[in-house]
């Protein structure tokens, strides 16, 4: 694998932290499960580009692919809590209605960045490490987010969005708001995905209306992996989980790539994505649940041997 | 300090399946006075205290609490003045939150929540410990340990002190030593009756156990069928004993006690 491949997975990894940070808040911290991401995503890129194609300062621009992905989160949570829509149809609804949107706000169906202002280029005055430039910036931006997420879950809304998520009924006992908690952290979850979606246009030199296809499913794999091998409890260890999670992934699909590991290619990217997550998930239901034993049941038909007889 | 007028509330109304839970409850209960609620499986006694906490509404009727009508307001909003533990040790407490967070996350209640640290310095953090070892359950060394890694025991106790961290109007205890072992489930009743007694609190107890419904507090209400059935306070509940309660159950219903739990317990 080329230095070059490398420095392009670590990037795609950083960006997509910043996605799993957001999944984080809605899937597990809420127990919110929002597909606006896959919308939203798209949506920062697109505010963002077209933004600094009309001489937005970047960093500007940047904060309005944030707020753009924000206002995304708050309507599929105001579908969810003000109309009582199912918390997956809202996510949807938004996701959908956020593909329009998308080539209304963009005007055609991409946006090239190539020769543009970005916040990479501002940047690139002040370091210069070579192709590692952007990975070093987009490392700030991320580790900045995760503090800020372990920040705002160790204040008092965080520790009132916390419980709303795992323990409602307790939660409206100790006088919090469900709906104002789902409300909030899906903002907040999705402006993330919105500041993932704008910094991947940026640094990336592109914003395009498919960008979002499968936003969700790499956000999810990223968790489920950083979930994995840091725990979950702890919001410390599961925001760094995240991170980490997202650049293994990243470096696991370039190194699969470039080795022709079973003849993969960019193309089958999203599917690779979406059998990884498969087996994590089956994986940790059979942790969990003692019943359903996957590895006598795998060891068995790999190594084809019989139960022995007492 | 709680008044509960002609209260009517039917679950499933129109259907096959229509519940009627109360039947006309009228209550009056004065300031720093302890209720025990007793009835049979079905009698209303977990509805009340349900509509009292706002998690269902009243079809007729009213909630008043220190004169304040509540009787539209959601559980949130009623929070304020109402301090709950709950039957479940698990429906109380967040299991993925520290010790620590539970208490500061009850610590904020009622007031307007803010970007502020949640858990406070030092200063903060010694009340809760010593809070905390006043329930003598060896809490006060796992502020740090997760909810979820406590016993049942633990769990209902820190339910209680949570409930009762802040200043309320009404403290409302939901069976809450049923699911404890008999060990666990009198050291958090007694426990109860100590900060109880001590701050004067209005207190409204269900138990599934007629001997618990007079030992504990002064007054004791018995339910059936969504109704008030019986109601002894004063000097005349000294007077009571477990078969007085059969007996009075037997003669305003016509039938026996069947609920054997409450006989046994």
């Known amino acids: 694998m080329s230095a070059l491949a490398v420095a392009g997975a670590i990037e795609a990894g950083l960006l997509f932290s910043l996605v799993a940070l957001g999944v984080y808040l809605s899937f597990r911290v809420l127990n919110f499960p929002d597909l606006t991401v896959d919308g939203s995503f798209p949506l920062g890129a697109a505010a963002t580009a077209v933004a600094i194609i009309h001489g937005v300062n970047p960093f500007l621009a940047t904060v309005i692919g944030t707020f753009a992905g924000c206002c995304a989160g708050f309507v599929s949570a105001f579908l969810n809590v003000r109309f009582r829509i199912l918390n997956l149809l809202a996510g949807i609804l938004t996701m959908v209605a956020l593909y329009s949107i998308n080539l209304r706000v963009m005007g055609r169906p991409n946006i090239s960045l190539y020769g543009e202002n970005t916040i990479f280029t501002a940047f690139e005055g002040v370091i210069d490490l070579g192709i590692w430039t952007t990975s070093a910036i987009l490392l700030v931006f991320a580790i900045a987010m995760k503090l800020l997420v372990d920040w705002f879950l160790g204040t008092q809304v965080g520790l009132a969005l916390r419980a709303s998520g795992e323990n409602p009924a307790m939660a409206r006992a100790q006088s919090v708001s469900n709906g104002r908690m789902t409300i909030i952290g899906m903002s907040v979850s999705n402006a993330l995905v919105g500041l993932a979606g704008s910094l991947f246009a940026q640094s990336q030199g592109v914003a395009d209306v498919s960008l979002g296809i499968g936003t969700i499913v790499t956000g999810l794999a990223a968790l489920i992996i950083g979930e994995t091998l840091l725990g979950s ?39 690779v994505t979406a059998v990884v997550v498969a087996i994590a998930v089956i994986l940790s239901q059979a942790r969990r649940n003692s019943r359903f034993k996957f590895w006598p049941k795998m060891r068995s038909l790999l190594m084809d041997t019989q139960p022995q007889k007492g | 300090m709680l008044s509960v007028c002609d ?103 009622g007031s307007r929540r803010s970007l502020r ?116 306070h004063g000097d005349a509940r000294k007077g009571y004993d477990v078969p007085d309660l059969l007996d009075l159950f037997k003669k305003t219903t016509g039938t026996e006690v069947e609920d054997d739990q409450l006989i046994l317990s």
């Not at chain 1, 696991?252 to 022709?260: D, E, M, T, V, Y």
């Not at chain 2, 929070?79 to 299991?95: D, H, K, L, N």
């Not at chain 2, 406070?120 to 740090?144: H, I, V």
């Open chain 1, 233 to 271: 409890t702890k919001v410390f260890w599961a925001t760094l989980g995240c991170l980490i999670g997202a650049l293994l992934y990243r470096l696991f699909i370039a190194a699969a790539l470039s080795a022709g590991f079973l003849g993969i290619q960019a193309q089958d990217l999203n599917l």
């Open chain 2, 7 to 109: 209260a009517f509330l039917t679950f499933n109304p129109g259907t096959p399946l229509a519940v009627p839970a109360l039947r006309g409850v009228d209550l009056d209960v004065e300031e720093g006075q302890f209720v025990t609620v007793i009835g049979t499986n079905g009698a209303g006694k977990s509805t009340l205290l349900s509509a009292i906490a706002g998690d269902v509404r009243l079809d007729k009727g009213g909630i008043y609490i220190d004169g304040q009508e509540v009787t539209n307001w959601r559980t949130e909003q009623r929070a304020s003045m109402i301090g709950r533990v709950f039957q479940e040790p698990r429906a109380g407490t967040c299991s993925g939150l520290t010790v620590e967070e539970n208490l500061a996350l009850a610590a904020s209640r």
């Open chain 2, 117 to 232: 640290n949640a858990l406070g310095r030092g200063g903060q953090r010694r009340r809760l410990a010593d809070q905390l070892s006043r329930l003598d359950m060896g809490m006060e060394d796992r502020l740090g340990a997760m909810a979820g890694t406590l016993s049942g025991g633990q769990r209902q106790a820190l339910s209680l002190l949570m409930a009762t961290l802040l200043p309320m109007k009404i403290l409302i205890l939901d069976e809450h030593t049923a699911a404890l072992d008999p060990g666990a489930a009198a050291t958090v009743l007694d426990l109860s009756a100590e900060i109880t007694g001590e701050q004067k609190l209005t207190t409204l107890m269900v138990t599934h156990s007629m001997r618990n419904s007079l030992d504990y507090g002064d007054r004791t209400i018995m339910m059936n069928g969504g109704r008030i059935l019986l109601d002894v």
